[in-house]
Protein backbone atom coordinates (compact mmCIF):
# COMPACT_ATOMS: atom_id res chain seq x y z
CA UNK A 1 0.00 0.00 0.00
CA UNK A 2 1.08 3.54 -0.95
CA UNK A 3 1.73 6.30 1.86
CA UNK A 4 1.33 9.28 -0.74
CA UNK A 5 -2.34 9.13 -1.32
CA UNK A 6 -4.02 10.74 -3.88
CA UNK A 7 -7.69 10.83 -5.40
CA UNK A 8 -8.18 8.14 -8.02
CA UNK A 9 -9.74 10.62 -10.62
CA UNK A 10 -10.19 14.29 -11.88
CA UNK A 11 -11.91 16.14 -14.39
CA UNK A 12 -12.28 19.10 -16.70
CA UNK A 13 -12.80 20.62 -19.89
CA UNK A 14 -10.91 21.98 -22.73
CA UNK A 15 -9.22 25.16 -20.80
CA UNK A 16 -10.38 24.55 -17.28
CA UNK A 17 -7.96 23.91 -14.34
CA UNK A 18 -7.74 20.93 -12.43
CA UNK A 19 -5.69 20.03 -8.96
CA UNK A 20 -4.54 16.96 -7.83
CA UNK A 21 -4.04 15.97 -4.43
CA UNK A 22 -1.02 14.40 -2.75
CA UNK A 23 -1.44 13.47 0.82
CA UNK A 24 1.64 11.95 3.38
CA UNK A 25 3.46 12.42 5.95
CA UNK A 26 6.47 13.86 8.02
CA UNK A 27 8.50 11.32 7.11
CA UNK A 28 8.45 11.61 3.23
CA UNK A 29 6.38 15.04 2.20
CA UNK A 30 7.07 16.51 5.38
CA UNK A 31 10.87 16.34 4.98
CA UNK A 32 11.58 15.75 1.44
CA UNK A 33 10.80 17.46 -1.78
CA UNK A 34 8.01 16.30 -4.07
CA UNK A 35 8.26 14.90 -7.71
CA UNK A 36 5.45 14.39 -10.06
CA UNK A 37 5.16 12.48 -12.85
CA UNK A 38 3.00 11.81 -15.99
CA UNK A 39 2.09 8.40 -17.52
CA UNK A 40 0.45 8.73 -20.82
CA UNK A 41 -0.72 5.48 -21.60
CA UNK A 42 1.49 2.82 -23.41
CA UNK A 43 4.77 5.57 -22.52
CA UNK A 44 7.14 5.43 -20.50
CA UNK A 45 6.53 7.88 -17.07
CA UNK A 46 7.42 11.28 -17.74
CA UNK A 47 8.95 13.69 -15.05
CA UNK A 48 7.10 16.75 -14.89
CA UNK A 49 7.83 18.32 -11.76
CA UNK A 50 11.06 18.19 -9.39
CA UNK A 51 11.70 19.89 -6.24
CA UNK A 52 8.23 20.84 -5.32
CA UNK A 53 7.81 23.12 -8.18
CA UNK A 54 10.72 23.24 -10.73
CA UNK A 55 9.64 22.29 -14.32
CA UNK A 56 12.30 19.99 -16.00
CA UNK A 57 13.21 22.28 -19.81
CA UNK A 58 10.35 21.31 -22.12
CA UNK A 59 6.90 21.04 -19.51
CA UNK A 60 4.89 23.91 -20.30
CA UNK A 61 3.88 26.09 -17.63
CA UNK A 62 0.74 25.14 -17.45
CA UNK A 63 1.99 22.57 -15.22
CA UNK A 64 3.02 23.72 -11.60
CA UNK A 65 3.32 22.17 -8.63
CA UNK A 66 3.24 23.19 -4.44
CA UNK A 67 3.89 21.92 -1.48
CA UNK A 68 2.74 22.75 2.08
CA UNK A 69 3.87 20.85 5.36
CA UNK A 70 2.53 17.13 4.83
CA UNK A 71 0.83 17.45 1.74
CA UNK A 72 1.32 18.56 -2.15
CA UNK A 73 -0.31 19.84 -4.93
CA UNK A 74 -0.42 19.60 -9.18
CA UNK A 75 -2.18 22.07 -11.36
CA UNK A 76 -2.93 21.80 -14.41
CA UNK A 77 -4.20 25.10 -16.13
CA UNK A 78 -5.21 25.10 -19.98
CA UNK A 79 -6.33 21.96 -19.90
CA UNK A 80 -5.89 19.94 -23.05
CA UNK A 81 -6.76 16.87 -24.71
CA UNK A 82 -3.60 15.73 -24.73
CA UNK A 83 -3.00 16.06 -21.24
CA UNK A 84 -5.16 12.64 -20.24
CA UNK A 85 -2.94 10.74 -18.51
CA UNK A 86 -2.00 9.20 -14.64
CA UNK A 87 -0.51 11.37 -12.48
CA UNK A 88 1.69 10.15 -9.69
CA UNK A 89 3.41 11.87 -7.38
CA UNK A 90 6.24 10.90 -5.35
CA UNK A 91 9.37 11.10 -2.50
CA UNK A 92 11.54 9.63 -0.84
CA UNK A 93 10.48 8.41 2.43
CA UNK A 94 13.35 8.38 5.39
CA UNK A 95 11.04 5.82 7.25
CA UNK A 96 10.91 3.33 5.28
CA UNK A 97 14.56 4.40 3.64
CA UNK A 98 13.22 4.28 -0.04
CA UNK A 99 10.87 5.99 -2.65
CA UNK A 100 7.59 6.30 -2.68
CA UNK A 101 4.74 7.14 -5.26
CA UNK A 102 1.59 8.33 -5.18
CA UNK A 103 -1.82 5.86 -5.63
CA UNK A 104 -2.58 7.71 -8.91
CA UNK A 105 -4.68 10.35 -10.43
CA UNK A 106 -6.41 9.26 -13.59
CA UNK A 107 -6.92 12.71 -15.33
CA UNK A 108 -9.88 12.81 -17.67
CA UNK A 109 -10.25 15.65 -19.88
CA UNK A 110 -14.39 15.82 -21.06
CA UNK B 1 20.90 11.89 -26.37
CA UNK B 2 20.49 9.30 -23.22
CA UNK B 3 18.43 6.52 -24.20
CA UNK B 4 17.68 3.21 -21.27
CA UNK B 5 16.15 -0.04 -22.72
CA UNK B 6 15.40 -3.41 -20.86
CA UNK B 7 15.37 -6.89 -21.73
CA UNK B 8 14.98 -10.01 -20.79
CA UNK B 9 12.28 -12.64 -20.85
CA UNK B 10 8.69 -12.02 -20.78
CA UNK B 11 7.64 -15.15 -19.26
CA UNK B 12 8.80 -16.33 -16.08
CA UNK B 13 7.59 -19.48 -13.87
CA UNK B 14 6.52 -19.27 -10.48
CA UNK B 15 9.18 -19.52 -7.76
CA UNK B 16 11.68 -18.89 -10.50
CA UNK B 17 13.83 -15.92 -10.75
CA UNK B 18 13.09 -13.18 -12.79
CA UNK B 19 16.00 -11.47 -14.64
CA UNK B 20 15.94 -8.25 -16.55
CA UNK B 21 18.50 -5.66 -17.80
CA UNK B 22 18.41 -2.08 -18.32
CA UNK B 23 21.19 -1.09 -21.50
CA UNK B 24 22.29 2.53 -21.08
CA UNK B 25 23.52 4.82 -24.41
CA UNK B 26 24.51 8.18 -24.58
CA UNK B 27 25.85 8.28 -20.76
CA UNK B 28 28.17 6.36 -19.09
CA UNK B 29 26.74 4.49 -16.80
CA UNK B 30 29.55 5.30 -14.20
CA UNK B 31 29.77 9.32 -13.71
CA UNK B 32 27.60 10.37 -11.21
CA UNK B 33 24.08 9.42 -11.70
CA UNK B 34 21.84 6.75 -9.92
CA UNK B 35 19.86 3.95 -11.60
CA UNK B 36 16.79 2.36 -10.42
CA UNK B 37 13.81 -0.12 -11.42
CA UNK B 38 10.31 0.81 -11.08
CA UNK B 39 7.11 -1.38 -11.97
CA UNK B 40 3.41 -0.93 -13.07
CA UNK B 41 1.06 -4.51 -12.11
CA UNK B 42 -1.69 -4.55 -14.33
CA UNK B 43 -4.52 -2.07 -13.17
CA UNK B 44 -2.23 -0.41 -10.70
CA UNK B 45 0.25 1.85 -9.97
CA UNK B 46 3.81 2.68 -9.94
CA UNK B 47 5.82 0.61 -7.23
CA UNK B 48 9.46 1.31 -6.70
CA UNK B 49 11.46 -1.12 -6.63
CA UNK B 50 15.01 -0.51 -5.98
CA UNK B 51 18.02 1.87 -7.08
CA UNK B 52 21.77 1.64 -7.14
CA UNK B 53 24.28 4.20 -6.41
CA UNK B 54 27.55 5.24 -8.62
CA UNK B 55 29.68 3.58 -5.78
CA UNK B 56 27.51 0.18 -5.85
CA UNK B 57 25.39 0.98 -2.60
CA UNK B 58 21.29 -0.33 -2.88
CA UNK B 59 19.04 0.77 -1.52
CA UNK B 60 15.64 -1.33 -2.43
CA UNK B 61 11.81 -1.34 -1.78
CA UNK B 62 11.74 -2.80 2.24
CA UNK B 63 8.44 -5.32 1.34
CA UNK B 64 10.85 -6.71 -1.89
CA UNK B 65 14.08 -6.07 0.09
CA UNK B 66 14.38 -10.20 0.78
CA UNK B 67 14.15 -11.08 -2.82
CA UNK B 68 15.74 -7.70 -5.07
CA UNK B 69 19.17 -7.20 -6.47
CA UNK B 70 20.03 -4.88 -8.16
CA UNK B 71 23.37 -4.77 -9.75
CA UNK B 72 25.34 -2.57 -12.17
CA UNK B 73 28.48 -3.64 -14.60
CA UNK B 74 30.30 -0.65 -15.94
CA UNK B 75 32.10 -2.54 -18.49
CA UNK B 76 29.02 -2.79 -20.09
CA UNK B 77 27.31 -0.08 -19.46
CA UNK B 78 24.38 -1.53 -17.98
CA UNK B 79 22.76 -2.25 -14.62
CA UNK B 80 20.68 -5.81 -14.09
CA UNK B 81 17.42 -6.29 -11.51
CA UNK B 82 17.14 -9.91 -10.13
CA UNK B 83 13.79 -11.05 -8.16
CA UNK B 84 13.89 -14.07 -6.93
CA UNK B 85 10.72 -16.73 -5.76
CA UNK B 86 8.24 -14.73 -8.14
CA UNK B 87 4.52 -15.23 -7.92
CA UNK B 88 1.83 -13.93 -9.94
CA UNK B 89 1.69 -10.67 -8.14
CA UNK B 90 4.97 -9.79 -9.62
CA UNK B 91 3.55 -9.98 -12.85
CA UNK B 92 3.92 -6.33 -14.27
CA UNK B 93 5.64 -3.61 -17.02
CA UNK B 94 8.91 -3.06 -15.51
CA UNK B 95 10.80 0.22 -15.74
CA UNK B 96 14.34 1.38 -15.89
CA UNK B 97 15.15 4.76 -15.01
CA UNK B 98 17.81 7.04 -14.53
CA UNK B 99 18.08 9.03 -10.93
CA UNK B 100 19.59 12.62 -10.64
CA UNK B 101 21.15 13.80 -7.21
CA UNK B 102 20.56 17.17 -8.08
CA UNK B 103 16.94 16.97 -8.62
CA UNK B 104 16.23 13.79 -6.58
CA UNK B 105 13.70 12.44 -9.21
CA UNK B 106 13.80 9.86 -11.98
CA UNK B 107 14.41 12.04 -14.85
CA UNK B 108 14.79 9.51 -17.97
CA UNK B 109 13.19 6.11 -18.21
CA UNK B 110 13.36 3.11 -20.40
CA UNK B 111 9.61 2.24 -22.57
CA UNK B 112 9.28 -0.37 -19.76
CA UNK B 113 9.09 -4.76 -20.70
CA UNK B 114 6.19 -6.78 -19.58
CA UNK B 115 6.82 -9.73 -17.76
CA UNK B 116 4.16 -11.99 -16.81
CA UNK B 117 4.64 -14.97 -14.44
CA UNK B 118 2.96 -18.48 -15.14
CA UNK B 119 3.50 -21.50 -15.74
Known amino acids: QSVLTQPPSASGTPGQRVTISCSGSRSNIGTNSVNWYQHLPGAAPKLLIY???VRPSGVPDRFSGSKSGTSASLAISGLQSADEADYYCAAWDGSLNGYVFGTGTKVTVL | HVQLQESGPGLVKPSETLSLTCSVS?????????WGWIRQPPGKGLEWIGSIYFDGSPYYNPSLKSRVTVSIDTSKNHFSLRLSSVAAADTAVYYC????????????WGQGTMVTVSS
Open chain 2, 26 to 34: GYSISDGYY
Open chain 2, 97 to 108: ARGSYDINAFDI
Open chain 1, 51 to 53: NNN
